[in-house]
Structure formats: structure tokens, C-alpha cells
């Protein structure tokens, strides 16, 4: 059975880095048994996206913002583990 991967495309120029790096330990802590693999990928022009297995589950661009721990989780458990209870993170 492959393993998901998940890749977090941060903006060096606007040094999120530590970001990416907050949000790729939340989501081992969270989903360790179920991710392959996470990838942080150096980026530019403002860029901050999270795929899982190629597809975009997350763009600052479009959305405006930068995502919560919580809504990434969710979405991820929603491809990888459905069914899974997140605890807090669900309520």
C-alpha cells in the first residue's frame, strides 16, 4: 500500500519557512502512521500551498489567508482516514 505524501510550498523571499515547518510537525504529530512522507518545498512570489499527493488541499493565493492547523488536519483525515476522530480538532 503507497503512503501519502504531503508537500508544504513556502515563499523564501518571505521567509515562511518556519511556518511550513510549524505546520509539517502538526500533521506528523496528528497523522505519523498514515504519511509517507512530508516535503518542504522552497518556493517565491508569495507563495504558501499544502498538497496531498499532487492535489492542492490549501492556497494562500486563492483563499486569502493562511490555513488553520485545525482545517488542514480535517481536510487530510478526510482523504487518508475518514471516519478517524481528531478530538479537538473536529469540534
Same mark, same amino acid.
Given at each position: =500500500?503507497?503512503? /501519502?505524501? @504531503? #508537500?508544504?510550498?513556502? $515563499?523564501?523571499? $518571505?521567509?515562511? @519557512? @518556519?511556518? +511550513?515547518?510549524?505546520? %509539517?510537525? #502538526? =500533521?506528523?504529530?496528528?497523522?505519523?502512521?498514515? @504519511?509517507? #512522507?512530508?516535503?518542504?518545498? /522552497?518556493? %517565491?512570489g508569495g507563495v504558501f500551498e499544502v498538497r496531498l499527493d499532487g492535489e492542492t488541499i490549501f492556497s494562500r493565493? +486563492?483563499?486569502?489567508?493562511?490555513?488553520? %492547523?485545525? #482545517?488542514?488536519?480535517? +481536510?487530510?483525515?478526510?482523504?487518508? +482516514? /475518514?471516519?478517524?476522530?481528531?478530538?479537538? %480538532?473536529?469540534?
Open positions: =500500500m503507497r503512503t /501519502p505524501r @504531503l #508537500e508544504i510550498e513556502y $515563499c523564501t523571499q $518571505c521567509r515562511w @519557512l @518556519l511556518r +511550513a515547518g510549524w505546520i %509539517s510537525q #502538526e =500533521m506528523l504529530t496528528t497523522f505519523g502512521a498514515e @504519511l509517507g #512522507e512530508v516535503a518542504i518545498v /522552497p518556493g %517565491s493565493a +486563492a483563499e486569502g489567508r493562511f490555513p488553520e %492547523s485545525k #482545517e488542514l488536519k480535517q +481536510a487530510i483525515r478526510d482523504r487518508i +482516514a /475518514p471516519g478517524r476522530d481528531l478530538g479537538h %480538532s473536529d469540534r
